[in-house]
């Protein structure tokens, strides 16, 4: 059974850091690209980040270009997501995300076959 599982939510103030993990089991991720997404309440989910087999292909959304970091260890199944500069409105729930059988990282959700269970970050102003 394929699992995704994030972790590493929380409360913030703003301006302050927190950083992601989602860690793979069931299989492993290492020809697939990886993503985040997030969901505020009463908004739709939303790209948020994502990441190639390579970790040399990056995709960022402009609302969190420059803050935020996405990488990926492919040893440990594992991808992050840094996040700097935290802003209220990064308030949401947080998605990982992984595609089946593409290399290549997708602003689509669509295109992403396992996700996670969320992970709930807020950031206080």
């Known amino acids: 059974q394929v699992q995704l599982v994030e972790s590493g939510g929380g409360l913030v103030q703003a301006g302050g850091s927190l950083r992601l993990s989602c860690v793979a089991s069931?299989?492993?991720?290492?020809?697939?690209?990886m993503g985040w997404f997030r969901q505020a309440p009463g908004k739709e989910r939303e790209f948020v980040a994502a990441?190639?087999?390579?970790?040399?292909?990056?995709y960022y959304a402009d609302s969190v270009k420059g803050r935020f970091t996405i990488s990926r260890d492919i040893a440990k199944n594992t991808a992050y997501l840094q996040m700097n500069s935290l802003k209220p409105e990064d308030t949401a729930v947080y998605y990982c995300a992984a595609r089946q059988v593409a290399a290549s990282p997708s602003l689509r959700g669509d295109e992403y076959s396992y996700w996670g269970q969320g992970t709930q970050v807020t950031v206080s102003s």
């Open positions: 069931g299989r492993t991720f290492s020809n697939e690209a």
């Open positions: 990441i190639g087999t390579s970790g040399v292909s990056k």
